[in-house]
């Protein structure tokens, strides 16, 4: 191939979901970190623009349940690329990571003569996927005990509110910083790759970025090749357990949403028409002297005003 050809990288629902969830994370942070900063002219001017503060809160809900769909459709896809195509596991850390990271930083000093040699996804983007595996994790934990404050309380602590509270806005804030000063610095400023938007680099950006990987390219071992009859026998396997896999976390989502009840179940009134608030034992007198200067406090007091 000439230099001009271009190497698919991410085919065209990769990219859909990407931009999906590049919607559904700014719109997160857009309508989250007002609401962590309310005192802020930016918080307030924002909060005007969605009209109050409950619009802002619903379309960050709205933004959460997307995130999380299109977390369960992660999971899906790669379930079937890893055993049905049995795709190389190139977003697993591994020792040559720590090793290219030195090299990168031994090059940028000057202290080295070449960069690292890079695969499919080197030690930067592998970093930045595990970030927004584990910030996932915590913001969706964290984020449903803020949704469902009185369902966390029943099988936790009160203090677990206030504390899911704080990390849900330190691990927000550490997001946007890492997305605007990490990602987009090195996706768009650094170099600007176009291949989410396009699905495809040039061979000249290959052999700068990504040489490991145009080397299996041309070498025709970047993707293994699965005859239809070992595709058709393991999608047979993998679609049933696939579908209650999803049903099980689509259940979850349901759960996420519904799962607090903030009526409150009363019991029939026994005496209509009586004091709305009437103690069933009556408040106790203190009983014998009390030690100099303690001063009581009694119920009794207020009865009679």
Not at 40 to 62: K, P, T, Y
């Amino acid at each position: 191939m000439s230099a001009s050809s271009s190497y698919e990288r991410f085919p065209l629902l990769r990219r859909v979901e990407h931009f999906v969830m590049l919607l559904s994370f700014s719109t997160l942070g857009l309508t989250g970190l007002p609401q962590k900063y309310p005192t802020s002219g930016i918080s307030q001017a924002i909060v005007r623009l969605f009209g109050n503060v409950e619009n802002l809160r619903q379309v960050h809900h709205v933004a959460a349940v997307i995130l999380l769909l299109g977390t369960i459709y992660h999971l899906v896809l790669f379930g079937y690329k890893f055993y049905v195509e049995r795709v190389k596991l190139t977003m697993l850390p591994s020792l040559k990571d720590a090793q290219d990271a030195l090299q990168a930083f031994l090059y940028n000093l000057g202290l080295a003569k070449s960069r690292p040699q890079i695969g499919r996804y080197g030690f930067e983007e592998k970093a930045e996927y595990w970030a927004f595996v584990w910030g996932t994790l915590v913001m969706a934990l964290t984020g449903f005990m803020m949704w469902n404050p009185l369902a966390t309380t029943t099988y936790l602590p009160g203090e677990f509110i206030p504390a899911a509270k704080a990390a849900h806005g330190a691990e927000a804030v550490l997001a946007v910083l890492a997305i605007l000063l990490w990602h987009f610095y090195g996706v768009h400023l650094k170099t600007f790759n176009k291949s989410m938007w396009t699905g495809k680099l040039t061979e000249e950006e290959m052999l700068h970025e990504h040489p490991l990987e145009l080397a299996d390219l041309k070498a025709g071992t970047a993707h293994p090749e699965v005859d239809a009859a070992t595709r058709a026998k393991r999608q047979r396997v993998f679609w049933p357990i696939a579908a209650v896999f999803s049903a099980i976390l689509l259940y979850g989502v349901y759960t996420f949403v519904t799962a607090e009840v903030t009526a409150i179940d009363t019991l029939p009134l026994r005496n209509p028409g009586g004091p709305v608030y009437s103690p069933q034992t009556p408040t106790p007198a203190p009983q014998g002297a009390l030690p100099s200067g303690q001063v009581v406090f009694s119920w009794n007091a207020l009865d009679k005003d």
